[in-house]
C-alpha cells in the first residue's frame, strides 16, 4: 500500500512541476517567472525525499537541504536584481 | 522495492503521504488556474507548507516505524522551509509592486512613512545620492 502511497504523490509533484514548469514560461510578469522557479525548487525537494523513502535510504536528506538553500539563495537574488538593479550592495 | 511493514505504520505513512501530494498538487494548480499575480503569489504556499510537510511527516514516520531509527533531517528542512517561504514571498511581492503598481495605487500606509518600495529608508529622505 506504501508503494502506491509513494507513487500517487510521485505523480502529484511531478505534475505540479510540469505545471509550475508552464507558468514559468508563459507567466506574463517577472514576478510570476520567479515565483515558478521557486515553486520548482519547492516541488523538486518533495520528490526528492519520496526518492529517499523510495529507496529506504536516508543519505537524499543532505542533497534537498542543500537545493532549499540554493533555490532560496537564487530567489532573493533575482528579486534583488530586479528591484534594486544589484544583487549586493 | 518491497516495503514489508505491519499495517498501522503502513496507513499512517500511506495517509500523510497522500496528504503531501494533494495539497503539491492543488498548490499547483491553484498556480496554474489563479488570474492575478498578487493570488498566485497565495497559491504556492500550501505546496510549501502543508504538502512538503505531509511528505516530511510522511518520511519521518517511516524512518522511525520501519528502519528503527530516528532522524532529524525533516525537521531541519521543515524549519528551513517555513523560515525562508515568508521571505521569499515578501520579496516576490515587492518586485511586483515595483513593476506593475503605482503608489497613487496602494492605500495610504498608516504610518509615519510611506511604503518601503517606494520611498527612502527613513532618516535618508534628503539624501542626495538617491
Known amino acids: ?89 | 522495492m518491497d516495503h514489508d511493514l505491519t499495517l498501522l505504520p503502513e496507513i499512517l505513512v500511506s495517509v500523510f503521504l497522500v496528504i503531501g501530494g494533494l495539497f503539491g498538487l492543488v498548490g499547483s494548480i491553484g498556480f496554474l488556474r489563479l488570474r492575478d499575480t498578487m493570488q498566485r503569489l497565495h497559491a504556492p504556499t500550501k505546496a510549501t507548507t502543508l504538502g512538503v510537510g505531509g511528505v516530511l511527516i510522511g518520511s519521518m514516520l517511516y524512518f522511525v516505524m520501519v528502519e528503527g531509527r530516528v532522524s532529524f533531517h525533516e525537521l531541519l528542512i521543515t524549519l528551513f522551509l517555513f523560515l525562508t517561504a515568508p521571505i521569499t514571498a515578501n520579496f516576490i511581492a515587492k518586485t511586483h509592486m515595483q513593476a506593475k503598481l503605482q503608489e497613487k495605487d496602494l492605500p495610504p500606509s498608516g504610518g509615519k512613512y510611506g511604503w518601503a518600495v517606494y520611498d527612502a529608508p527613513p532618516g535618508e529622505e534628503n539624501d542626495p545620492g538617491r
Do not use: H, K
Open chain 1, 1 to 89: 500500500m506504501i508503494t502506491y502511497a509513494i507513487v500517487f504523490a510521485f505523480a502529484c509533484f511531478g505534475f505540479g512541476l510540469l505545471g509550475t514548469l508552464w507558468r514559468m514560461l508563459a507567466g506574463p510578469t517577472v514576478a510570476d517567472r520567479i515565483l515558478a522557479l521557486d515553486t520548482m525548487v519547492i516541488n523538486f525537494i518533495a520528490l526528492i525525499i519520496l526518492y529517499g523513502i523510495w529507496q529506504g535510504t536516508a543519505i537524499y536528506f543532505e542533497a534537498s537541504m542543500l537545493i532549499a538553500m540554493v533555490g532560496f539563495v537564487s530567489t532573493v537574488a533575482f528579486c534583488r536584481f530586479i528591484l534594486r538593479g544589484d544583487i549586493i550592495e
